[in-house]
């Protein structure tokens, strides 16, 4: 079992930046390193999509081209712990932002929702103008 928690969320203005965490709770023997991770959000009204996500040794990420350029993803998984830094943040990026594993030892990570394993309650980002 796996159970991941997101915290740091929050109220920004534009331009502003935030860093998101993401720390998972493991049944043994499941490790950290077992899984991919990535980081969804879903605007009011709208489909949830995925932004970005890491592979289980950090070594490939993906973003998605709204988020490109502007978020960092990373993980420490000493930690069990999986980071969303934010910087420029938009109007447009106001959203629940969404945490998830994904069981995987392959070299990369995708952002389909339908793959991941565990999922985080969410912690609520808004940006304001």
């Known amino acids: 079992q796996v159970q991941v928690v997101e915290s740091g969320g929050g109220l920004v203005q534009a331009g502003g930046s935030l860093k998101l965490s993401c720390t998972a709770s493991?049944?043994?023997?499941?490790?950290?390193?077992?899984?991919?991770m990535g980081w969804f959000r879903q605007p009011p009204g709208q489909r949830r999509e995925g932004i970005s996500c890491?592979?289980?040794?950090?070594?490939?990420?993906v973003y998605a081209d709204s988020v490109k350029g502007r978020f960092t993803i990373s993980r420490d998984n000493d930690k069990n712990t999986v980071y969303l830094q934010m910087n420029d943040l938009k109007p447009d990026d106001t959203a629940m932002y969404f945490c998830?594993?994904?069981?995987?030892?392959?070299?990369?990570?995708?952002?389909?929702?339908?793959?991941?394993?565990?999922w985080g309650q969410g912690t609520q980002v808004t940006v304001s103008s």
């Open positions: 890491i592979s289980w040794s950090g070594a490939n990420t």
């Open positions: 493991l049944s043994s023997p499941l490790a950290f390193d077992d899984y991919a």
């Open positions: 998830a594993a994904q069981a995987s030892n392959g070299i990369s990570c995708d952002l389909e929702e339908a793959r991941m394993d565990y």
